[in-house]
């Protein structure tokens, strides 16, 4: 087993996977959809590339979306990862908790910052634009108690380290 894991976060396709966001994750070990996804269809699609998990965005409904939880914390690498849509709904404190990173979306704006040594990560939105945001993805690599953050551009192929 390699000493680095590579994750792939993505948030907000509302139901458009782009192929620029395939792209951006082939060859990930695992995903993060941090919810807003549309159809199932998208995760299955996800699927070929990594296992993937997920938690239901404000705007998922229905059969396939009701059970998606609203919160997860996954297990990558042993570290963990809390995953919630929209900030706002955190309900634990992450850094009482141990947690190497939270990870959400809703705002559609990519960001990082760390807070109280736990890393917060929006990846964008993926999926159809929003006023002048950028459409993005990003990649989380963790190797022991390190962990650097690349995000991908899906217009213009470019990728921005985050270097916290």
Do not use: K
Not at 74 to 90: M, P, S, T
Request: hydrophobic share 45%.
């Amino acid at each position: 087993m390699s000493d680095s894991v590579e994750v792939g976060l993505i948030s907000d396709t509302h139901g458009l996977l782009r192929p620029e966001a395939v792209a951006a994750l082939e060859g990930v070990d695992q995903i993060v959809h941090a919810g807003d996804v549309g159809p199932q269809s998208i995760l299955d699609t996800l699927e070929q590339i990594a296992p993937v998990s997920v938690v239901r965005g404000n705007t998922d409904h229905g059969t396939h979306a009701d059970v998606w939880p609203a919160t997860a914390a996954v297990q990558v690498a042993g570290r963990v990862l809390y995953v919630v849509h929209d900030i706002l709904d955190l309900d634990i404190d992450p850094g009482v908790a141990e947690m190497a990173a939270v990870v959400y979306g809703h705002s559609h704006q990519p960001s990082a910052e760390v807070r109280e040594g736990v890393l917060f990560v929006n990846p964008g939105s993926a999926g159809p634009r929003r006023f002048t945001l950028p459409i993005t993805v990003a990649r989380l690599r963790l190797r022991g108690q390190d962990m650097s953050l690349d995000f991908c551009d899906l217009e213009t192929a470019a990728t921005e380290r985050w270097d916290g």
